[in-house]
C-alpha cells in the first residue's frame, strides 16, 4: 500500500466491484493528484463506468473505500458527495429538460451556496442578480448564451453536453468527473468541448476523465491509467501509455 | 409572451395578482350574468380554488401525485369543528388550528409516503387516506361522530365564547367578530384566503424553491448529483400543498360548521386531481378555472331534471324529444358525474396540459407564433407529469 | 383451534375475490405497462351482467284472471316469468341458477368490453406517463360506474344465489368436530373453489399454451419479443380481454355475497390496488398470494378477540400491510426490480 501522497486529492483505495459471480472491478487502486487531468481508457466492458459509479456513490464498492480530500465517500449519498465537491457529467447527458437553459445552469450555484436543502420559497428568483450574472457569463463561454431561455430538452445533443458542463463548473467543484465528454460530438464540437477543457484546467481543477476519443485524451490528460478486465493494466503520462506494449495490445490493437 | 422568462416576472406577477384579486372580489357581480352569483355556490368557488392551487403545488411542481389529498381537507374541517366547539365560534382560530394539524398529518404521512415515488407514492397516499376514512367511520366515531357528522352542539363548553357572551338561544352561527360567516360576507372573507393562498403560491413559483421542485420534476438524477437534497423538498411541497387543503376545509366548516368522513374519501380526492388536470397542472391560474368550471358546471347540471329538459326541447316533435331527452337526461342532474368523467377522459387524452394549454394553443395560432413554442417560459410552462 | 380454523375460511372468499381482481390488474400491467385504474368497473360490470340475466329471466307475463276477484272486484293477476311459462319446470330451474348462469353472458359481454376499451382508448396510452394512465382511466371508472347507475339506480341489487347451495356447510362434522362447530355458507365455499379453478385456468393457459408462452416472454422482456418478429400488440389485446373476463366473472360469482351497486368497482379497486403492490407489481403468483393473505388477514383482524386489542384493526389492517410492505420491501412479496420504480 503506497502511502498517500500530499497531493493526492482522490484516493481509490483497493476497491473491488463484484456483481453476483462476475468481478466488475478487482484492486483498483488509484491517486489522483490535485490539478491534474487524469484520464481512465480501456475497451469497453472494462469497469470503467463501474468505477465512475463506485466514486459518486451511486454503486456501494463490494471491498475497499474511495476517499476524497481526507474524507471517506464510500456509503455517502449523492447529494452528499457533490456537497464535498465533486461533481459529474454523464454519459448520457443529464439536464433538466424542461427547465430554460438558463435556469439549468443556475441551479448548481443554489447547491453550492445554500447546501443540500433551503426553504427559500418566499424570496424571488428575480433577485438573485450574482448567480444570474455568473451563470450568463458562463453560457457566454460555452457559447449558449442566445439559446438560454429556451427549454433545455430542445437542444442539441452536443448542446446538452456542453450546458450539464457548464451546471458542473458552476459549482467549481474541487473534482470534476466526465464520462466520455466528446461521445457522439462532431469534430468541431469536440475540439470546442477540449479547448473549454482545456481553459478549466488552467484554473487548476482537477479532473477525472473516462473517454474513448484517442484525440482527446492524449491532448488533455496529465496521467492516463489503462483499465481492462476490471484491473489497472498500466499507468503513467500519455507518453509512457502510448509506447507501453501490453497497452497497445490490449486496448490499441498496435494501431498506433 | 415574455422572452426574458421568469426575471422579469415580478411586475407581470403582480398584475396578475392585482387583476387576480380583481376577478375574485367582483365574482358577486360578474357572475350575474351566469345566474351563479349565489354566495353558498361563491363560497365553493373560492374554497375549491384553495384546494386546487395547494394540490398543485405537489402535483404540478414536482411531479408527484397524490390520490389522498382529501385527506387533509377533511382533517381541515374536524379541527375546525372542534375549535368551533371547544373555543370560539371566531374562525380564525378554527382556522389556524385547521392548518397546522393538516400540516402535521401531511408531514406525518408525508414522510413516508415520500420515501417511494412514482405509482407507488400514489398508492401510498391512497392507502392512508382510505385508513382516515375508514378509521372516521368506525373507532374514532367519538371524534368524528361517524357517519352522522360532527356537529356544532348547544352543550359545547366554548370557553373563550362563554367568556364574553352569555348563553344565546340556539345553536350558534362562526362569526368574525359579530360579522356572521354566511352568505355574502362569508364569502368574501374565503375570497381573501383564496388571495392571500394565490399570492404565496405565485411566490413558491417564482422562489428557487420553486425551480428546485420543477428540477426535481424534470430530474430528480440530476438534482441529486447536483448536491440537492430532493427529500426535504418535496416533504416541504407535501406539507404546504396539505395545509392549503386544511385550510380549505376549515372554510368549509366556517362557512357551514358541519364535518363528515365523506369528505376524506378517495373519490374527493379523485375530485381534487380533476380539477387541477382540467384547468392545467402545473400552471398558476388553471387550477383555480379548473375549480371554478366543475363546481359552475356542477350547479347548472345538477339542477336540470326531466322537466327542465321537456321545457329546454319542447320544440321538437314529440318523437324526437322523448328521445333527446332521454339521452340529455344521462348526462345532467344526477348523471353529471357522467358528464364530468367523460370530459376528464377527454382532457387527458387530448388536452393533457388541460385549459390553460388550449388556451396557449389558440392565441398561439392567432399570433401567428410557433416559435414561441421552443421559449421556456417558466409560468406557464406545461410539463408532462413525471411518473 | 377451531376459531382461527373459521376465520382463515371467512378470508377465503374474499381473498379469491381479490385475487382474481388482482390476477387481472397484474396481467394488463405486466403485458401492457399500464396501469388501469378502471380495473374495479369491470369487475361491477360482472356483477351487473348477473343483475341483468336475471331480470331478463324473471320477466314475467301477466295473465288476469277473471274468475277469481279480488277484495277491489278487479281480476287477480297471475305473474309467471316468461321462462317458466314456456319452459315449465326447466325454466324454474334457469331463473334458480341465475347467477352462475350468467357466466355464460359475462365471457362475451366483457370479452367485447375490455377488448373495445383497449383498442379504443388504453393503446393510445402506452407510451404516456404512468401518471396519464392512472388518470384517464380513473375518468374512465367514473364513466362505467355512473352508466351503470342511470341504467341500475344507486341502491344495492341483492342477487339470490341456487336454492340447493343457500344453506351453510357443516365443515366440523367433515373434520371430525363436533357439530355446529364450524359452520359455512355453501356458497362461500363454491366462491373459493370458483376463484381456484380460474386461477389455475389462468395459469394453465399461460403456462401451456404457444400464446401464453409469449405473453409470458413479453411480460419478462417486451422490447426482444417485438424485435423477434412476434406481433405482441394483438396478443396483448386479447390479454387486456382476458383480463376483463376474469375480474367480471369474478364480479357474476360474488354477487349472492355482495349485493352489488355501481361503486362496488371502486371499492374493490383501491384494495386490489394495495394487493397488487403487496403481490409485487408485475408478479402474477405475488398478486394470487397477497390477494388469499390479505383476505385472511382482513377476516383474523375481525375477530372481536382481536378488535378488543387493538381497536378498528379490521378498518386498515390491509392498508396498514401495504404501507409496511411498501417501505420495508419495496418490491412487494414476489415482485421484481425496477418495476415502476422510475
Same mark, same amino acid.
Given at each position: 500500500?503506497?502511502?498517500?501522497?500530499?497531493?493526492?486529492?482522490?484516493?481509490?483505495? %483497493?476497491?473491488?466491484?463484484?456483481?453476483?459471480? $462476475?468481478?466488475? +472491478?478487482? *484492486?483498483?487502486?488509484?491517486?489522483? #493528484? @490535485?490539478?491534474?487531468?487524469?484520464?481512465?481508457?480501456?475497451?469497453?466492458?472494462?469497469?470503467?463506468?463501474?468505477?465512475?459509479?463506485?466514486?459518486?456513490?451511486?454503486?456501494?464498492?463490494?471491498?475497499?473505500?474511495?476517499?476524497?480530500?481526507?474524507?471517506?465517500?464510500?456509503?455517502?449519498?449523492?447529494?452528499?458527495?457533490?456537497?464535498?465537491?465533486?461533481?459529474?457529467?454523464?454519459?448520457?447527458?443529464?439536464?433538466?429538460?424542461?427547465?430554460?437553459?438558463?435556469?439549468?445552469?443556475?441551479?448548481?450555484?443554489?447547491?453550492?451556496? %445554500?447546501?443540500?436543502?433551503?426553504?427559500?420559497? $418566499?424570496?424571488? +428568483?428575480? *433577485?438573485?442578480?450574482?448567480?444570474? #450574472? @455568473?451563470?450568463?457569463?458562463?453560457?457566454?463561454?460555452?457559447?449558449?448564451?442566445?439559446?438560454?431561455?429556451?427549454?433545455?430538452?430542445?437542444?442539441?445533443?452536443?448542446?446538452?453536453?456542453?450546458?450539464?458542463?457548464?451546471?458542473?463548473?458552476?459549482?467549481?467543484?474541487?473534482?470534476?468527473?466526465?464520462?466520455?465528454?466528446?461521445?457522439?460530438?462532431?469534430?468541431?464540437?469536440?475540439?470546442?468541448?477540449?479547448?473549454?477543457?482545456?481553459?478549466?484546467?488552467?484554473?487548476?481543477?482537477?479532473?477525472?476523465?473516462?473517454?474513448?476519443?484517442?484525440?482527446?485524451?492524449?491532448?488533455?490528460?496529465?496521467?492516463?491509467?489503462?483499465?481492462?478486465?476490471?484491473?489497472?493494466?498500466?499507468?503513467?503520462?500519455?507518453?509512457?501509455?502510448?509506447?507501453?506494449?501490453?497497452?497497445?495490445?490490449?486496448?490499441?490493437?498496435?494501431?498506433? | 409572451?415574455?422572452?426574458?422568462?421568469?426575471?422579469?416576472?415580478?411586475?407581470?406577477?403582480?398584475?396578475?395578482?392585482?387583476?387576480?384579486?380583481?376577478?375574485?372580489?367582483?365574482?358577486?357581480?360578474?357572475?350575474?350574468?351566469?345566474?351563479?352569483?349565489?354566495?353558498?355556490?361563491?363560497?365553493?368557488?373560492?374554497?375549491?380554488?384553495?384546494?386546487?392551487?395547494?394540490?398543485?403545488?405537489?402535483?404540478?411542481?414536482?411531479?408527484?401525485?397524490?390520490?389522498?389529498?382529501?385527506?387533509?381537507?377533511?382533517?381541515?374541517?374536524?379541527?375546525?369543528?372542534?375549535?368551533?366547539?371547544?373555543?370560539?365560534?371566531?374562525?380564525?382560530?378554527?382556522?389556524?388550528?385547521?392548518?397546522?394539524?393538516?400540516?402535521?398529518?401531511?408531514?406525518?404521512?408525508?414522510?413516508?409516503?415520500?420515501?417511494?415515488?412514482?405509482?407507488?407514492?400514489?398508492?401510498?397516499?391512497?392507502?392512508?387516506?382510505?385508513?382516515?376514512?375508514?378509521?372516521?367511520?368506525?373507532?374514532?366515531?367519538?371524534?368524528?361522530?361517524?357517519?352522522?357528522?360532527?356537529?356544532?352542539?348547544?352543550?359545547?363548553?366554548?370557553?373563550?365564547?362563554?367568556?364574553?357572551?352569555?348563553?344565546?338561544?340556539?345553536?350558534?352561527?362562526?362569526?368574525?367578530?359579530?360579522?356572521?360567516?354566511?352568505?355574502?360576507?362569508?364569502?368574501?372573507?374565503?375570497?381573501?384566503?383564496?388571495?392571500?393562498?394565490?399570492?404565496?403560491?405565485?411566490?413558491?413559483?417564482?422562489?428557487?424553491?420553486?425551480?428546485?421542485?420543477?428540477?426535481?420534476?424534470?430530474?430528480?438524477?440530476?438534482?441529486?448529483?447536483?448536491?440537492?437534497?430532493?427529500?426535504?423538498?418535496?416533504?416541504?411541497?407535501?406539507?404546504?400543498?396539505?395545509?392549503?387543503?386544511?385550510?380549505?376545509?376549515?372554510?368549509?366548516?366556517?362557512?357551514?360548521?358541519?364535518?363528515?368522513?365523506?369528505?376524506?374519501?378517495?373519490?374527493?380526492?379523485?375530485?381534487?386531481?380533476?380539477?387541477?388536470?382540467?384547468?392545467?397542472?402545473?400552471?398558476?391560474?388553471?387550477?383555480?378555472?379548473?375549480?371554478?368550471?366543475?363546481?359552475?358546471?356542477?350547479?347548472?347540471?345538477?339542477?336540470?331534471?326531466?322537466?327542465?329538459?321537456?321545457?329546454?326541447?319542447?320544440?321538437?316533435?314529440?318523437?324526437?324529444?322523448?328521445?333527446?331527452?332521454?339521452?340529455?337526461?344521462?348526462?345532467?342532474?344526477?348523471?353529471?358525474?357522467?358528464?364530468?368523467?367523460?370530459?376528464?377522459?377527454?382532457?387527458?387524452?387530448?388536452?393533457?396540459?388541460?385549459?390553460?394549454?388550449?388556451?396557449?394553443?389558440?392565441?398561439?395560432?392567432?399570433?401567428?407564433?410557433?416559435?414561441?413554442?421552443?421559449?421556456?417560459?417558466?409560468?406557464?410552462?406545461?410539463?408532462?407529469?413525471?411518473? | 383451534?377451531?376459531?382461527?380454523?373459521?376465520?382463515?375460511?371467512?378470508?377465503?372468499?374474499?381473498?379469491?375475490?381479490?385475487?382474481?381482481?388482482?390476477?387481472?390488474?397484474?396481467?394488463?400491467?405486466?403485458?401492457?405497462?399500464?396501469?388501469?385504474?378502471?380495473?374495479?368497473?369491470?369487475?361491477?360490470?360482472?356483477?351487473?351482467?348477473?343483475?341483468?340475466?336475471?331480470?331478463?329471466?324473471?320477466?314475467?307475463?301477466?295473465?288476469?284472471?277473471?274468475?277469481?276477484?279480488?277484495?277491489?272486484?278487479?281480476?287477480?293477476?297471475?305473474?309467471?316469468?316468461?321462462?317458466?311459462?314456456?319452459?315449465?319446470?326447466?325454466?324454474?330451474?334457469?331463473?334458480?341458477?341465475?347467477?352462475?348462469?350468467?357466466?355464460?353472458?359475462?365471457?362475451?359481454?366483457?370479452?367485447?368490453?375490455?377488448?373495445?376499451?383497449?383498442?379504443?382508448?388504453?393503446?393510445?396510452?402506452?407510451?404516456?406517463?404512468?401518471?396519464?394512465?392512472?388518470?384517464?382511466?380513473?375518468?374512465?371508472?367514473?364513466?362505467?360506474?355512473?352508466?351503470?347507475?342511470?341504467?341500475?339506480?344507486?341502491?344495492?341489487?341483492?342477487?339470490?344465489?341456487?336454492?340447493?347451495?343457500?344453506?351453510?356447510?357443516?365443515?366440523?362434522?367433515?373434520?371430525?368436530?363436533?357439530?355446529?362447530?364450524?359452520?359455512?355458507?355453501?356458497?362461500?365455499?363454491?366462491?373459493?373453489?370458483?376463484?381456484?379453478?380460474?386461477?389455475?385456468?389462468?395459469?394453465?393457459?399461460?403456462?401451456?399454451?404457444?400464446?401464453?408462452?409469449?405473453?409470458?416472454?413479453?411480460?419478462?422482456?417486451?422490447?426482444?419479443?417485438?424485435?423477434?418478429?412476434?406481433?405482441?400488440?394483438?396478443?396483448?389485446?386479447?390479454?387486456?380481454?382476458?383480463?376483463?373476463?376474469?375480474?367480471?366473472?369474478?364480479?357474476?360469482?360474488?354477487?349472492?355475497?355482495?349485493?352489488?351497486?355501481?361503486?362496488?368497482?371502486?371499492?374493490?379497486?383501491?384494495?386490489?390496488?394495495?394487493?397488487?403492490?403487496?403481490?409485487?407489481?408485475?408478479?402474477?403468483?405475488?398478486?394470487?398470494?397477497?390477494?388469499?393473505?390479505?383476505?385472511?388477514?382482513?377476516?383474523?383482524?375481525?375477530?372481536?378477540?382481536?378488535?378488543?386489542?387493538?381497536?378498528?384493526?379490521?378498518?386498515?389492517?390491509?392498508?396498514?400491510?401495504?404501507?409496511?410492505?411498501?417501505?420495508?420491501?419495496?418490491?412487494?412479496?414476489?415482485?421484481?426490480?425496477?418495476?415502476?420504480?422510475?
Amino acid at each position: 500500500m503506497t502511502t498517500a501522497n500530499e497531493n493526492v486529492v482522490l484516493h481509490v483505495a %483497493d476497491v473491488h466491484k463484484t456483481f453476483g459471480g $462476475l468481478h466488475a +472491478l478487482s *484492486d483498483i487502486d488509484l491517486q489522483i #493528484e @490535485e490539478g491534474k487531468t487524469h484520464a481512465i481508457i480501456g475497451p469497453n466492458g472494462a469497469g470503467k463506468s463501474t468505477l465512475l459509479n463506485v466514486v459518486v456513490g451511486r454503486l456501494a464498492p463490494t471491498r475497499g473505500a474511495v476517499v476524497f480530500d481526507g474524507q471517506v465517500l464510500t456509503g455517502k449519498q449523492p447529494h452528499e458527495i457533490n456537497q464535498v465537491g465533486v461533481a459529474r457529467v454523464f454519459q448520457t447527458p443529464e439536464i433538466f429538460p424542461e427547465l430554460s437553459v438558463l435556469q439549468n445552469v443556475m441551479a448548481p450555484a443554489f447547491a453550492k451556496r %445554500d447546501g443540500a436543502f433551503k426553504l427559500n420559497f $418566499l424570496s424571488s +428568483l428575480a *433577485d438573485e442578480k450574482q448567480i444570474r #450574472e @455568473e451563470a450568463e457569463h458562463m453560457l457566454e463561454d460555452i457559447g449558449l448564451i442566445h439559446q438560454k431561455d429556451m427549454h433545455a430538452g430542445s437542444l442539441s445533443r452536443g448542446d446538452k453536453r456542453r450546458m450539464e458542463l457548464a451546471m458542473c463548473l458552476m459549482q467549481h467543484p474541487k473534482l470534476l468527473l466526465l464520462d466520455e465528454p466528446t461521445a457522439g460530438m462532431s469534430r468541431h464540437d469536440t475540439n470546442t468541448t477540449i479547448e473549454l477543457l482545456k481553459k478549466i484546467k488552467e484554473r487548476g481543477m482537477t479532473k477525472v476523465i473516462i473517454e474513448h476519443d484517442m484525440h482527446v485524451v492524449f491532448s488533455l490528460a496529465d496521467k492516463i491509467s489503462v483499465l481492462a478486465g476490471g484491473r489497472i493494466i498500466a499507468e503513467g503520462t500519455p507518453e509512457e501509455v502510448r509506447n507501453n506494449p501490453k497497452v497497445q495490445e490490449a486496448y490499441l490493437g498496435g494501431a498506433h | 409572451m415574455n422572452l426574458q422568462g421568469i426575471f422579469s416576472m415580478s411586475r407581470k406577477d403582480l398584475t396578475t395578482l392585482v387583476i387576480f384579486s380583481i376577478v375574485v372580489l367582483a365574482l358577486p357581480i360578474w357572475l350575474q350574468p351566469f345566474g351563479a352569483a349565489y354566495p353558498d355556490l361563491m363560497q365553493r368557488f373560492a374554497i375549491f380554488g384553495i384546494l386546487a392551487i395547494g394540490f398543485n403545488i405537489l402535483f404540478g411542481l414536482t411531479g408527484y401525485l397524490s390520490f389522498g389529498h382529501a385527506a387533509f381537507l377533511g382533517v381541515g374541517s374536524y379541527t375546525a369543528v372542534w375549535t368551533f366547539k371547544l373555543f370560539s365560534m371566531n374562525p380564525i382560530p378554527a382556522l389556524f388550528f385547521a392548518v397546522i394539524m393538516s400540516g402535521l398529518f401531511a408531514f406525518i404521512i408525508g414522510f413516508v409516503s415520500l420515501r417511494r415515488s412514482g405509482i407507488y407514492f400514489s398508492i401510498l397516499t391512497l392507502a392512508f387516506a382510505q385508513m382516515s376514512y375508514n378509521l372516521a367511520y368506525s373507532v374514532l366515531t367519538p371524534i368524528t361522530n361517524g357517519e352522522t357528522g360532527l356537529q356544532l352542539e348547544s352543550s359545547d363548553p366554548r370557553i373563550i365564547d362563554s367568556m364574553f357572551v352569555g348563553e344565546q338561544a340556539g345553536l350558534p352561527v362562526s362569526n368574525f367578530f359579530g360579522l356572521e360567516m354566511s352568505g355574502i360576507p362569508g364569502f368574501y372573507f374565503c375570497a381573501i384566503f383564496l388571495i392571500i393562498g394565490f399570492f404565496i403560491t405565485q411566490r413558491i413559483f417564482a422562489s428557487p424553491f420553486g425551480m428546485m421542485l420543477r428540477g426535481i420534476k424534470s430530474n430528480q438524477t440530476r438534482m441529486n448529483y447536483t448536491g440537492f437534497n430532493t427529500r426535504p423538498y418535496t416533504l416541504t411541497a407535501f406539507v404546504i400543498s396539505g395545509m392549503y387543503a386544511g385550510l380549505a376545509g376549515g372554510l368549509m366548516a366556517v362557512t357551514d360548521p358541519l364535518a363528515g368522513a365523506e369528505r376524506m374519501q378517495w373519490t374527493a380526492s379523485g375530485e381534487i386531481v380533476l380539477m387541477t388536470i382540467l384547468g392545467g397542472v402545473g400552471t398558476l391560474l388553471g387550477p383555480i378555472v379548473g375549480a371554478w368550471l366543475i363546481k359552475y358546471f356542477e350547479n347548472i347540471f345538477s339542477s336540470f331534471n326531466e322537466n327542465v329538459l321537456h321545457n329546454l326541447f319542447g320544440f321538437l316533435p314529440d318523437g324526437v324529444e322523448s328521445v333527446v331527452v332521454e339521452i340529455t337526461s344521462m348526462f345532467v342532474g344526477e348523471g353529471w358525474h357522467l358528464t364530468l368523467g367523460l370530459v376528464f377522459v377527454l382532457v387527458v387524452t387530448f388536452l393533457p396540459g388541460g385549459i390553460m394549454e388550449g388556451y396557449r394553443r389558440i392565441t398561439a395560432m392567432f399570433t401567428g407564433g410557433g416559435g414561441d413554442g421552443k421559449k421556456a417560459n417558466a409560468d406557464d410552462k406545461q410539463t408532462q407529469p413525471a411518473e | 383451534m377451531d376459531a382461527i380454523l373459521l376465520q382463515l375460511l371467512n378470508g377465503l372468499d374474499k381473498g379469491g375475490a381479490y385475487a382474481l381482481i388482482a390476477l387481472g390488474l397484474t396481467l394488463v400491467f405486466g403485458t401492457l405497462g399500464v396501469v388501469n385504474f378502471a380495473h374495479g368497473a369491470l369487475f361491477m360490470l360482472g356483477a351487473f351482467c348477473a343483475v341483468t340475466l336475471r331480470k331478463l329471466l324473471t320477466l314475467e307475463q301477466v295473465v288476469l284472471d277473471t274468475e277469481n276477484l279480488t277484495a277491489w272486484g278487479t281480476p287477480t293477476e297471475i305473474r309467471t316469468p316468461y321462462v317458466e311459462a314456456w319452459f315449465g319446470d326447466f325454466g324454474a330451474v334457469l331463473v334458480n341458477y341465475s347467477v352462475p348462469l350468467a357466466i355464460l353472458l359475462a365471457i362475451p359481454v366483457m370479452l367485447a368490453v375490455g377488448v373495445a376499451m383497449e383498442r379504443g382508448l388504453i393503446k393510445h396510452f402506452y407510451r404516456r406517463p404512468h401518471a396519464e394512465q392512472i388518470l384517464v382511466t380513473f375518468g374512465l371508472a367514473i364513466v362505467l360506474q355512473e352508466i351503470i347507475k342511470h341504467f341500475f339506480g344507486a341502491n344495492p341489487i341483492p342477487q339470490p344465489m341456487p336454492e340447493n347451495f343457500s344453506g351453510a356447510a357443516d365443515i366440523g362434522v367433515m373434520l371430525g368436530m363436533d357439530p355446529n362447530v364450524i359452520v359455512y355458507p355453501w356458497w362461500r365455499l363454491v366462491y373459493f373453489a370458483f376463484s381456484v379453478i380460474v386461477i389455475g385456468a389462468v395459469f394453465a393457459f399461460l403456462q401451456f399454451t404457444t400464446f401464453g408462452m409469449v405473453v409470458r416472454a413479453g411480460m419478462a422482456d417486451r422490447e426482444t419479443v417485438g424485435l423477434i418478429g412476434i406481433d405482441i400488440d394483438k396478443r396483448f389485446t386479447a390479454m387486456f380481454g382476458l383480463a376483463a373476463v376474469v375480474a367480471g366473472v369474478a364480479g357474476v360469482m360474488y354477487t349472492p355475497l355482495l349485493p352489488p351497486d355501481y361503486h362496488l368497482g371502486m371499492d374493490f379497486l383501491v384494495l386490489t390496488f394495495v394487493v397488487v403492490v403487496v403481490g409485487g407489481m408485475g408478479s402474477l403468483p405475488g398478486a394470487v398470494a397477497a390477494g388469499f393473505l390479505l383476505g385472511i388477514l382482513q377476516s383474523f383482524a375481525s375477530m372481536t378477540e382481536v378488535k378488543a386489542i387493538i381497536p378498528g384493526i379490521d378498518q386498515i389492517i390491509i392498508y396498514l400491510v401495504a404501507v409496511i410492505i411498501l417501505l420495508v420491501r419495496p418490491r412487494g412479496l414476489m415482485g421484481r426490480k425496477g418495476v415502476m420504480e422510475s
